[in-house]
């Protein structure tokens, strides 16, 4: 057996980051690739993330009064046509079942891909007066878009993901819980997953298919590119224009229903590892983290045994979740397997720190170690240390990404940029489509969003690329 | 607005089952079809029921050391077809995508009715040693079955479920695990669905498609008709030698794993209707109900709201998951629709009630009323109310069922037991497939199991069907 696996085979993320990226993923036992083409298997330590991510998503969703529901996989693809721009957005990545029960069908079906279609569909035929209305519901499920290029987490044929899908009896509650939605997924990227966003809304050209508009949550990878993190789309009554949504309104008049729908997904594992990940491996905010605290018995006298059980149950009991690693292996490989694995905290016992009264901790964050007395409230010192982390991930993911917004009033600024350290790019716009596609020839730069009022800019007064007069300030940036 | 909706409409289960059973699947709102054909949307109420479900079982599987992970949805062809008896078996059942990214592919993929090609397949690219052993991984997720006839819950095309897929070093390991997760299942149908069960192992007829053998757990519904609730198979190494999953074992040996799989599904949303429900809707065992208190207000008075709210919240304090009922109808209508929800017990609370100090519980099961001092612990009243409807629940059915558990010696006796009420019957059999399959021309009859050693029991000394000298006993019943 190896001493030192790990954290030595790891690309260093300064060298080659899409090599290190993968290397974490493939080190840390996230994923791996299966042989159906273009998925992945969500192995332990990855599944076991998304379960957190799931955990607080659906409590925030409940506590804003959503309900989970389940919709078929399959969408036939008279269903999926009644509404034209969603079809055509998602017509090249579609999977089509043609066979079932060893016949050729009338009908083909499609796997989803979003579902919108059968959402509207169910809600034309529950939603009937004004008293049925909202409905707010969610699904938790995966779906199936034909991507030929995929990378584990960021783009595979087979995602999970979560959708939520709302129906509304005025403009202005669906335009709020559009609005509330994008709210809580910036918390949740803020409070949970420690990445600082700007959010916004997305221009005609980048906005959902169907969609009146859609708002977003953009976050910025240690390399500069920009991931669309969550996103929430306004539907007005196109959706229930297409499927006949309809219901008695208060004046007894019927009328077609106003719509939303929302999601976030495995992709934000994704944006965790690229985000706060180092070159020794997986780095996990402690609320993320399944397993908080690993603590490692230097060597197994009995001593060092009972403090360590006495340890492990003291936290597990306060809700801290620790484990005790005691295989057969070195100290060192100890070490290295809960840095790759990305446990926030490791205690460290050994017989002489406790000749000495003491055991130590170390932070997986910033590598630091210090001594704590076995006469301290453990409790309350792993507590506030593991705050202490969940802190420092966010301040240094926004000071790292604050380093990397940069404003530019031209096209030699923003060429000057690119060709340096890309970034989010502050740029005014003078709304037109043109200019947005002559800016892709910069590196492929796309409009992440317009910010909100706000948090909207003055750089300069005229568009960054054709010089006429801006409309707005927009967010710019290279995506994956 | 009716005022008297809900329970008047439901047919009674004595007079039509099949129907009074999707009228309480309609009233309780726990689902409604879907236009895509056999498949079912299952809606807030129904879904609430699977969440309770996956947090029960989850947790069980948990404590037992297993993981959750995520497989993809699509087999390839050529993967399914690596182990022969599995695809034979589920051939005709299966859903075939043929064309993605708008291209017909060159090979077709089978949207999974079970995953274990896929779990075989990723165990033979990371199992190595004995010290990789044992993997214990679990996944819930939906699965697809072509079936021509389907019923909400029981039977359709989609539906959700875990399935369990373990491999281990050691035969007896293996074995253990696969007696182990049926007993896990067993108590979760005791303690938590309240339902009764019996447990043994299938015929060689009736076992898994490729396993060795197969475990099960058999329920009998209110019309004593059996349902297959939860099954675990032993496959010995017929998987990992058709994937070729080795290891180096402890004398440095390539040798096979040893596998398992189990799974449950929604169908137990089914059982617990058909065991539980009566003319007046659900009944839910109050430790799978996701709401297990409603507060109904008589009048909305100023005092009474107060008493409401400060139970409501003294109640969800400790864990007791409690509503209030405070709508624009009725109080005979919303006593009538928690009664139709299946919501265990029902805190009426009316001016003339409080003027005497007392508030009533009224019990989903029995529909008995108690008047409670308003100065009584109601905490540990209402906790133990909910407890005797868990037992009360379980001993009812536990009662019912024996009742309908016969013993036949000959083949005039099964008939006899048949023409008047099905049920269990308890016979002897001589192991041959010949016998089951001419029970199988009364009524439908299958084998349930072979109930286990402590289980057996002798009826007589001959086979049943043909009288030729009988090798154990079996439960035989008609199945959904």
Redesign the interface.
């Known amino acids: 057996m190896k001493d030192n696996i790990n954290n030595k085979e790891i690309t260093s993320r300064d060298v080659d980051f899409a090599k290190w990226y993968t290397d974490v993923v493939r080190m840390a036992k996230l994923a ?1 690739y ?4 273009g ?6 330590n990855g ?2 993330i ?2 957190k991510i799931q955990s607080v998503l659906d409590r925030m969703f409940k506590e804003t009064g959503h ?10 693809e008279n ?1 999926m046509k009644k509404e034209g721009e969603l079809i055509n957005g998602f ?12 016949k050729e069908l009338d009908e ?2 499609c ?1 989803r891909p979003t579902s919108e279609t ?1 959402f509207s ?2 809600y034309a ?2 939603v009937k007066s004004y008293r049925d209305l909202p409905k707010l ?1 969610n699904q938790w ?2 779906v ?1 878009r ?1 991507e ?1 290029e995929t990378r584990p987490f960021l783009r595979s044929r ?1 995602f ?1 993901w979560q959708e939520g899908h709302t129906v509304h009896a005025t403009k202005e509650e669906a335009e709020r819980e559009t609005r509330q939605m994008l709210d809580i997924y910036n918390r949740f990227f803020h409070e949970y997953l420690a990445i600082p966003s700007i959010i916004g809304k997305k221009t005609d050209k980048e906005k959902f298919a169907g969609a009146d508009y859609t708002y977003t949550v953009e976050s910025l990878m240690y390399n500069g590119i920009s991931l669309q993190s969550a996103t929430s789309h306004y539907f007005g009554q196109r959706f229930s224009k297409a499927y006949d949504i309809t219901f008695l309104n208060k004046d007894n008049k019927l009328e077609h229903v106003y719509q939303t729908s929302w999601g976030a997904s495995t992709r934000m594992i994704g944006a965790l590892i690229m985000v706060h990940s180092d070159d020794r491996g997986l780095v996990l905010p402690p609320k993320i983290a399944s397993k908080q605290v690993v603590i490692v018995p230097i060597k197994d006298t009995d001593e060092v045994m009972e403090k360590a059980n006495y340890y492990a149950n003291l936290l597990n009991d306060k809700g801290i979740v620790t484990y005790i690693d005691n295989s057969n292996k070195s100290a060192g490989f100890r070490f290295a397997e809960a840095e790759v694995n990305g446990i926030p905290v490791r205690m460290e016992i050994g017989p002489r720190d406790l000749e000495q009264g003491q055991v130590t901790l170390a932070r997986r964050d910033t590598g630091d170690k210090i001594q704590v007395s076995i006469n301290d409230d453990m409790v309350s010192t792993v507590s506030k240390l593991l705050d202490d982390i969940q802190n420092n991930l966010y301040n240094r993911a926004l000071e790292r990404r604050n380093k990397m917004i940069y404003t530019a009033k031209d096209m030699e600024e923003v060429k000057k940029i690119m060709n340096t350290q890309p970034g989010f790019i502050k740029a005014m716009w003078c709304g037109s489509e043109e200019c947005e596609l002559k800016m892709k020839e910069i590196k492929g730069l796309k409009s992440r969003c317009i910010p909100f009022e706000d948090e909207q800019e003055h750089i300069s007064d005229t568009c960054v690329c054709c010089g006429k007069k801006a409309k707005e300030m927009v967010v710019w940036g290279i995506q994956y």
């Open positions: 791996t299966s042989n159906t083409k998925c992945i298997v969500f192995e332990p599944y076991a998304w379960e309900q989970n529901v389940y919709l078929p996989l399959l969408i036939p269903l017509a090249p990545e579609a999977a089509w079942v043609t066979i079932g029960g060893k083909k079906l796997i059968l569909d169910y035929s529950v519901y499920c995966s199936l034909w030929k087979e999970l």
